[in-house]
């Protein structure tokens, strides 16, 4: 059976229908054809709507399937771009950051008739490693929250393959998508100052990733802007993940009553899932005890209990954002922002305790034009 098997093939390869076979039926050149079901009818190739229509009905009727790797050996392009996320297990994890950032570059990829190959890390002892697997199968990458010493930059540069990174502090010569981590900050604290809270703790990211800084910076300046004290006990350097988040807050809260804060402001989403946990696990209650504010606004949000207000990040936008780039950037447009900033926003729900009377479809009328 495997011998008779073996011994067909050759006469499936014969049966392939190519470019050639689509032409004769449409009664039009092979030129015309490659260009028309290929997409590259402009600049001196010329094929009329009526030619068009024949060529692609002679194709389906002949079952054409186009051939990627001969493409690639003819135009010398591949149409693959790599996507690199922070850590190994990234791509199956559920981690709602990377599943939206995925959902936006995956909706770009296929929009734009690219093709997409997946790495494993840049972070941590994976480094070196995922530099070393990128390859020339692919025309360029897109890097999610790369550290800034990631040894992937210089991988691509000497092998001149074009980036855009999601979340990377800004350089002179970088293309990356940011969102306004400062004002993200900013919002966070202002908001649950407005509600009453002195005593209040931030979770912070970690120090490796890009958005830890501005956060806690625009967190700082709004709480100086508001004549309230910051606390540096209750700054706690975190993570996004939700057990660390429970551990950190179950830190905070061995202080005694008084020392407590009264609200959080948490690295994301999971970290703030975390910190809920840790509060409900002593017998207090979110948002009356404790008022709770996480960071994303990813679809995890809505699952906590209480579901939780969160600074939103437009995550979708920004993965679809950075592969527009990209591929911008591979076929000559470089006209485009290299460095765009996108705008947050705050979404309020049931964890900090807020009136909902304050707040429009959800969002603080205060805080969504903040500059």
């Given at each position: 059976?495997?011998?008779?098997?073996?011994?067909?093939?050759?006469?499936?390869?014969?049966?392939?229908?190519?470019?050639?076979?689509?032409?004769?039926?449409?009664?039009?050149?092979?030129?015309?054809?490659?260009?028309?079901?290929?997409?590259?009818?402009?600049?001196?190739?010329?094929?009329?709507?009526?030619?068009?229509?024949?060529?692609?009905?002679?194709?389906?009727?002949?079952?054409?399937?186009?051939?990627?790797?001969?493409?690639?050996?003819?135009?010398?392009?591949?149409?693959?771009?790599?996507?690199?996320?922070?850590?190994?297990?990234?791509?199956?994890?559920?981690?709602?950051?990377?599943?939206?950032?995925?959902?936006?570059?995956?909706?770009?990829?296929?929009?734009?008739?690219?093709?997409?190959?997946l790495y494993t890390a840049t972070s941590g002892a994976y480094q070196d490693r995922a530099a070393m697997?990128?390859?020339?199968?692919?025309?360029?990458?897109?890097?999610?929250?790369?550290?800034?010493?990631?040894?992937?930059?210089?991988?691509?540069?000497?092998?001149?393959?074009?980036?855009?990174?999601?979340?990377?502090?800004?350089?002179?010569?970088?293309?990356?998508?940011?969102?306004?981590?400062?004002?993200?900050?900013?919002?966070?604290?202002?908001?649950?100052?407005?509600?009453?809270?002195?005593?209040?703790?931030?979770?912070?990211?970690?120090?490796?990733?890009?958005?830890?800084?501005?956060?806690?910076?625009?967190?700082?300046?709004?709480?100086?802007?508001?004549?309230?004290?910051?606390?540096?006990?209750?700054?706690?350097?975190?993570?996004?993940?939700?057990?660390?988040?429970?551990?950190?807050?179950?830190?905070?809260?061995?202080?005694?009553?008084?020392?407590?804060?009264?609200?959080?402001?948490a690295a994301n989403d999971l970290c703030a899932e975390g910190a809920i946990r840790a509060i409900r696990?002593?017998?207090?209650?979110?948002?009356?005890?404790?008022?709770?504010?996480?960071?994303?606004?990813?679809?995890?949000?809505?699952?906590?209990?209480?579901?939780?207000?969160?600074?939103?990040?437009?995550?979708?936008?920004?993965?679809?954002?950075?592969?527009?780039?990209?591929?911008?950037?591979?076929?000559?447009?470089?006209?485009?922002?290299?460095?765009p900033t996108l705008p947050v926003s705050l979404t309020v729900r049931q964890s900090c305790g807020a009136?909902?009377?304050?707040?429009?479809?959800?969002?603080?009328?205060?805080?969504?034009?903040?500059?």
């Amino acid at each position: 059976m495997l011998q008779r098997f073996i011994l067909s093939l050759p006469v499936l390869s014969q049966m392939a229908v190519t470019i050639r076979d689509v032409a004769k039926l449409a009664g039009t050149s092979v030129t015309a054809v490659s260009a028309t079901l290929n997409g590259s009818t402009g600049g001196t190739i010329r094929v009329s709507q009526a030619t068009k229509e024949r060529i692609y009905a002679s194709a389906a009727q002949l079952g054409y399937v186009s051939n990627p790797i001969a493409k690639s050996l003819a135009t010398g392009k591949t149409k693959v771009l790599g996507l690199m996320l922070p850590y190994a297990d990234a791509f199956v994890d559920q981690n709602p950051f990377c599943n939206q950032v995925m959902s936006g570059i995956m909706r770009e990829v296929v929009h734009q008739h690219y093709n997409l190959m997946l790495y494993t890390a840049t972070s941590g002892a994976y480094q070196d490693r995922a530099a070393m697997l990128v390859d020339s199968r692919i025309e360029g990458l897109l890097l999610v929250m790369p550290p800034d010493d990631s040894p992937v930059f210089a991988k691509c540069k000497k092998r001149g393959i074009p980036y855009v990174s999601i979340l990377q502090s800004p350089r002179t010569d970088a293309w990356t998508v940011n969102s306004d981590d400062y004002t993200g900050g900013r919002i966070a604290a202002q908001h649950l100052i407005g509600l009453g809270h002195k005593r209040i703790a931030h979770l912070a990211g970690s120090p490796d990733v890009s958005t830890t800084e501005p956060r806690c910076r625009g967190f700082r300046d709004a709480m100086d802007e508001a004549g309230v004290e910051v606390l540096e006990e209750l700054i706690v350097q975190s993570g996004f993940d939700w057990r660390i988040g429970l551990a950190s807050t179950e830190a905070l809260l061995q202080r005694g009553t008084r020392q407590m804060p009264t609200a959080i402001f948490a690295a994301n989403d999971l970290c703030a899932e975390g910190a809920i946990r840790a509060i409900r696990a002593i017998g207090l209650s979110v948002p009356d005890d404790i008022a709770v504010v996480g960071y994303d606004d990813t679809w995890f949000a809505t699952l906590t209990q209480p579901p939780l207000t969160t600074v939103h990040m437009p995550i979708d936008e920004m993965g679809e954002l950075a592969a527009r780039m990209l591929i911008a950037r591979l076929e000559g447009d470089l006209s485009v922002d290299p460095q765009p900033t996108l705008p947050v926003s705050l979404t309020v729900r049931q964890s900090c305790g807020a009136d909902s009377a304050q707040f429009v479809n959800g969002t603080e009328r205060s805080h969504t034009a903040h500059p």
